[in-house]
Every structure is written in structure tokens, then in C-alpha cells.
């Protein structure tokens, strides 16, 4: 009643609008007004003509019609340029929303692409209702016929359900009145442990990730949850998110406030650091967990109501399909987390520790006086050992604690590789299958290297943010319609980010700079209309456009994150790997630059800090950070 109430009042006063269906038709460029296809239309008729007759005036009347026909399109090019500058100067003040949406279409262009896919025999499918039907039957899948029984799990143990819904109230409809109805409905479903079947059903869009267009498994389905269920469910993320926290294991990083990519990414560059300057070898298992689960709450803590009213979500969870503005019928979700919901992060963070409390051992590596033997960020996992036997043990017990818990290792996306200085074999296997030996690996982003070194990544970068410059070349960075802000906007926002990923971890050489610097000129240069053959000066240039030097920025979140580690508490991962020391006997050879001597140095340089007084100024936050921001920026080369 409630839903239905809130659903009539809505469409009464604003109407409802249909998602998801593509417009189909034949695209139209934004020039091509009815004035310029006449003017091409008499353009073809004219030299039709003039090819049955060829006289000298057909003649002069095609040439005359070309040249019209080209005046017409390059004014209404013109135009329609003008006016796609004036919608993104007022969607860049008003709407930034459409504005990122149209920067979005114009780098990766429109496309509605799940409307034509395999089936599963590899037919090719075109009917709406055949393709719909396909999806279904594709998430189906995940769905096993013989996962445990509320006996066999244990009474701690969570049966979940799927991913999604969408449902057509809106958050925006919910005013005071609304509101004060809703937290009457949550307390009646705390009350009595059931929730309404709307918060239980989703709806599943496909969203593509990587290769083939056509194949349903690269896709990933995103949940569409009804809000008023979101509320409720934050409510109850929240009450167990104070039961489990102190309880979660250093090693996971992912779905934790105040941590990120950057601390996972540093521990292990750090790991790499140590171990090949003392020449120490590092077995390494990338492991990739294919869509699957089951999982245990009791036994962290979490009382029986709370856990009854988690169920509750759980207990009649069905999904249904949206493909191109057509649903398909609803099916049975039995296991999976709903994606999107409040409370997947932390009940997935559970999941985790609990698969790899359960799969530790005496393995693992040491880094100075700290052991470790895995590192995990929601479900990119990485084992760690310091010997192929050592990892093959522990990768046993983690898959044989997966199979338990009702998940999967994908043997063809888990990799292994090794940190040596000589070549050395890693044959690891998940039950018969042989996982393949790399020479590099993305993680989190970053590519990490069997020698330990970081240019491949940074190549990487450069040629990512190239990638984005020439996406947004024609149509943004050089469009005269467009003001500087929106330039610069973009620049702030997609290409400084693209070019500096994972800048916390990198000892900045001369080259290095050297490198980033003429990335970022190359785009500032394109904005200012400039170019190379102007001979202006690169500091001009950012004067002129109100921009600081984009090393400026990596070198003060450099110390910044320096500050971060030096203020960790005991106990935090990457604040113990920054201040362990580990030892052996370093090979013949100058070693390497440490991170933590080209900080300092960085320090003593641009702040006059000494080392045995960093720690110290470091400590205290807002001296620390005031010291960053009045940090200037280094002179100019040349």
C-alpha cells in the first residue's frame, strides 16, 4: 500500500518516464538539418544530370551546387558546434551530471550494445525477446541447484540472494510525510523479521567490461534496488559494521573507511622493494574468484534479531532482466549478494576474512619483523609465500575454504609470478588445471613487474592519458565553442588522474618528471592554442591558465601520504611495512633507490625538514598539512 500510494501520487504530478530503451533508427550528426540534405540532394540530382547530358551548363550548375552544398555544411557545422558549447558552459554551471554524460559519450560514443548477443550454443540472437530471454537464462546460471540447506549451513550461516531492483519511487518523492511513513515500515520489519517483497526484487541491467560485445559473460549485471529497501538496509550496514569492524583482518583493505587502493598498492611495492634489495624471492598467487557465495554472520558476534532481519532481505529474492526497455519475467535468486545494497560491502567483507582467517597457515612471507601471507581488497586476492611449496599449500587451503563457502577460483584469470633476480618456475595448481606463470600483473590498477621495477607502469600512464587526449582532441580540447573552464575541468578530472594513478608509490627520477611534464604540457598547450613552434614558455602557460604544475601536485600527495603513514596507528598494515626494516645480505651492485630515502630526500629539498626531525613534524597533522600547502612549485628548467 505503501508503494502503491507513493507510485500514483508521483506519476500524478510528474509523470513517469521509460529507461533503458534505445531509440534505434539511423544516427544523425547534430549539422545535418533539413536545409543541408536538400543542398546535397540538389548537389547528387546536378551531376546525375550533368553525367546523361555533359554540357558546359550542367556543368557550372554542379559546380555551383557544390559549392552551395558546402557553404551550407560548413555553416551548419559551425552552429551546431556553437550550440554544443553554449549546452556544455550551462551544463558545466547548472547540470554536471549531463555534462559528465556527454563527455562520457563523446570519449567512448553512445552504443546499446546488449541488444544482439550469443546464445549459449553460439547462435547469433537478435529478437528482443530471444536476447532477453538469453540474459535470463545467463544469470540463472549463478543460481547452483545444490547449495546447503538452512540445516547443513549451520544456524550462523546466511543464505543470500542476488544483486538488484528497481522499482519506480524515487528518493526525491519521499518528502517529510513520506519519510515519516517509512521509518513506521522499517520498524514493522524489524518487528517481525519480514520485509515486503518490492525490497526483495531487482532488476538486473548488463554492463559491459571487456572484450566481445556479443558475449554475455563479459558483462557484469548491475543492481537496480528499490530505495525505500536501501534505506532499511543502510540501517542495518550500519549496527553491524560496529559488531564486526575491530573484528576484520589487517588484510583486507576493501569496503573500510579511511582505507583505499593506495595502501594495498603500497604494502606490496614496498614488499617488492625489500625482498629485491636483499635479494630474497617472492612466490606470488593472483587469484580471481568467479561470481558465487555463501556466508557465516553468528560467529563474529551479530545477535539473532539482527541477523533475522538480514535474512529477511534474503528469504524470497528474485531478479528480473531490462534489456533495451523490455523485462523479462522474474526468476529465483538463491545465492549471491544484491549489488548495490548498503549491506553487501560488509557482508562481503565477512565473507573474506572468514575464507582467509580459514586458509591461513605457517606460510607467508617476512618483511622485517612483520609476516604476512596475503593481501585482499574486496575479492582481488593475492597470496603471498616465500617459496613455490609454501604457496601451493596455502593456494590448497584457500580454494578448498572457497568450495566450502559455495565460491570458485577461475583457473583462466588467476596467474602466478615470482620476484627473483634469476628465473624461476612457479607451477601452481587449482586441482588439475595449471595456473600460468606471468612476468607482470595489474593490480588494483598498477602493473607490477617479476623485476621489481615500475617504467612499464609509468609508460602506462603516459600512454592512458594519451589515449584520453586524443578521444577528447577533436571534440573538446581544441573546440574554440568550449570555454577554458570546461577544458579545464576535464583536465582536472580525467587526464591528471589517468597520467598520476598510483603516483603515491613511484621514486620520481629526473626522466621520470621529465616524462610527465611533457604529458601534461601537451594537453595544457592544446588548450591555450598553442603549440611547440610558439616557443612559449611551459610556466607562462600555466600562468596564463591559472593551472599549478602538475608535479607539484605528485610530489605534495607524495608527503602527504608520507604524513599518513607516519601517523598510522599500531597495527595498520602499510604503517607497519613503512616502518619495519627488513634485513639480509644485499647482492654485489648499487641497490636500488627505497621509497622511504627519495621521500626524505624529497623532504629535506623542497621543505628543509632534516630525516631525524620528519617523523616528528610529520606526526602533528595540521602542521603537516599546512606546511604541503604552502608548498611552491619547483623553478622552471632552463
Given at each position: 500500500m505503501f508503494h502503491a500510494s507513493i507510485v500514483e501520487a508521483a506519476d500524478g504530478c510528474c509523470g513517469h518516464k521509460v529507461v533503458g530503451a534505445c531509440r534505434g533508427g539511423n544516427a544523425c550528426t547534430r549539422w545535418w538539418t533539413p536545409a543541408v540534405r536538400d543542398a546535397v540532394r540538389l548537389k547528387k540530382e546536378l551531376y546525375q544530370a550533368l553525367l546523361a547530358c555533359g554540357t558546359s551548363e550542367a556543368a557550372d550548375r554542379c559546380r555551383q551546387a557544390k559549392r552551395s552544398a558546402a557553404t551550407a555544411v560548413a555553416e551548419a557545422k559551425t552552429r551546431a558546434w556553437e550550440e554544443f558549447g553554449k549546452a556544455m558552459e550551462n551544463?558545466?554551471?547548472?547540470?554536471?551530471?549531463?555534462?559528465?554524460t556527454t563527455i562520457r559519450h563523446v570519449r567512448k560514443g553512445k552504443s546499446c550494445n546488449v541488444n544482439t548477443?550469443?546464445?549459449?550454443?553460439?547462435?547469433?540472437?537478435?529478437?528482443?525477446?530471444?536476447?532477453?530471454?538469453?540474459?535470463?537464462?545467463?544469470?540463472?546460471?549463478?543460481?547452483?541447484?545444490?547449495?546447503?540447506?538452512?540445516?547443513?549451513?549451520g544456524p550462523g550461516d546466511l543464505g543470500t540472494g542476488s544483486r538488484i531492483s528497481g522499482v519506480e519511487i524515487a528518493f526525491k518523492a519521499l518528502d517529510v510525510v513520506g519519510l515519516s511513513w517509512l521509518i513506521r515500515l522499517c520498524n514493522i520489519a524489524w518487528t517481525c523479521g519480514a520485509v515486503p517483497l518490492d525490497w526483495q526484487t531487482g532488476v538486473v541491467v548488463p554492463f559491459f567490461k571487456k572484450g566481445d560485445r556479443w558475449v554475455c559473460s563479459n558483462y557484469r549485471g548491475i543492481s537496480l534496488l528499490s530505495l525505500p529497501g536501501k534505506v532499511y538496509s543502510g540501517v542495518l550496514e550500519r549496527r553491524i559494521r560496529r559488531i564486526v569492524k575491530p573484528q576484520i583482518q589487517e588484510e583486507q583493505c576493501g569496503f573500510r573507511p579511511g582505507c583505499g587502493t593506495v595502501d594495498q598498492l603500497y604494502t606490496l611495492s614496498r614488499v617488492f622493494e625489500g625482498a629485491w634489495e636483499f635479494a630474497q624471492p617472492v612466490h606470488m598467487c593472483f587469484v580471481d574468484l568467479e561470481k558465487a557465495f555463501d556466508w557465516v554472520l553468528r560467529e563474529y558476534g551479530v545477535s539473532g534479531p539482527l541477523i533475522r532481519a538480514v535474512r529477511s532481505l534474503y528469504d524470497q529474492c528474485q531478479s528480473l532482466l531490462r534489456i533495451a526497455g523490455s523485462k523479462s519475467n522474474s526468476f529465483p535468486v538463491r545465492v549471491g549478494l544484491r549489488q548495490g545494497c548498503p549491506l553487501s560491502p560488509i557482508l562481503f567483507r565477512i565473507f573474506m576474512d572468514r575464507i582467509s582467517r580459514c586458509s591461513h597457515g605457517v606460510e607467508g612471507i617476512r618483511f622485517g619483523d612483520l609476516r604476512t601471507g596475503s593481501l585482499l581488497f574486496a575479492d582481488d586476492v593475492v597470496l603471498l609465500a616465500s617459496s613455490a611449496r609454501d604457496l601451493q599449500l596455502t593456494l590448497d587451503r584457500f580454494t578448498a575454504t572457497c568450495e566450502a563457502a559455495g565460491m570458485k577460483i577461475s583457473t583462466s584469470k588467476s596467474e602466478a609470478m615470482v620476484l627473483n633476480r634469476k628465473k624461476v618456475e612457479c607451477l601452481l595448481r587449482v586441482k588439475e588445471e595449471i595456473l600460468p606463470q606471468v612476468e607482470e600483473f595489474k593490480y588494483l590498477g598498477?602493473?607490477?613487474?617479476?623485476?621489481?621495477?615500475?617504467?612499464?607502469?609509468?609508460?602506462?600512464?603516459?600512454?592512458?592519458?594519451?589515449?584520453?587526449?586524443?578521444?577528447?582532441?577533436?571534440?573538446?580540447?581544441?573546440?574554440?565553442?568550449?570555454?577554458?573552464?570546461?577544458?579545464?575541468?576535464?583536465?582536472?578530472?580525467?587526464?591528471?588522474?589517468?597520467?598520476?594513478?598510483?603516483?603515491?608509490?613511484?621514486?620520481?627520477?629526473?626522466?621520470?618528471?621529465?616524462?610527465?611534464?611533457?604529458?601534461?604540457?601537451?594537453?595544457?598547450?592544446?588548450?591555450?592554442?598553442?603549440?611547440?613552434?610558439?616557443?612559449?614558455?611551459?610556466?607562462?602557460?600555466?600562468?596564463?591558465?591559472?593551472?599549478?604544475?602538475?608535479l607539484l601536485r605528485v610530489e605534495r600527495s607524495q608527503m602527504r601520504w608520507l604524513g599518513h603513514l607516519v601517523r598510522m596507528p599500531p597495527g595498520r598494515l602499510p604503517g607497519e611495512v613503512f616502518r619495519a626494516c627488513p634485513s639480509g645480505r644485499r647482492p654485489p651492485g648499487r641497490p636500488r633507490t627505497r621509497w622511504r630515502d627519495y621521500v626524505s630526500r624529497l623532504v629535506w629539498e623542497r621543505l628543509g625538514i632534516p630525516p631525524d626531525e620528519l617523523e616528528d613534524i610529520a606526526g602533528v597533522r595540521e602542521v603537516w598539512a599546512s606546511l604541503l600547502r604552502l608548498l611552491p612549485p619547483r623553478p622552471d628548467p632552463g
Open positions: 551544463d558545466f554551471r547548472t547540470a554536471s551530471k549531463r555534462l559528465w548477443v550469443y546464445s549459449g550454443n553460439g547462435v547469433l540472437l537478435t529478437s528482443t525477446r530471444d536476447v532477453v530471454d538469453r540474459w535470463k537464462e545467463y544469470f540463472d546460471l549463478f543460481n547452483p541447484t545444490n547449495v546447503p540447506s538452512s540445516e547443513e549451513a598498477v602493473l607490477f613487474m617479476s623485476e621489481g621495477r615500475m617504467e612499464r607502469e609509468i609508460d602506462r600512464r603516459i600512454s592512458a592519458a594519451s589515449v584520453v587526449m586524443r578521444t577528447l582532441h577533436g571534440s573538446v580540447v581544441v573546440k574554440r565553442e568550449l570555454s577554458r573552464k570546461v577544458k579545464l575541468l576535464i583536465y582536472r578530472s580525467i587526464f591528471g588522474p589517468t597520467l598520476t594513478y598510483g603516483h603515491e608509490l613511484l621514486v620520481m627520477t629526473e626522466r621520470t618528471r621529465s616524462r610527465v611534464q611533457a604529458a601534461e604540457m601537451s594537453f595544457l598547450r592544446r588548450v591555450a592554442g598553442l603549440s611547440l613552434r610558439d616557443r612559449v614558455r611551459s610556466s607562462a602557460i600555466r600562468e596564463e591558465l591559472g593551472v599549478e604544475p602538475l
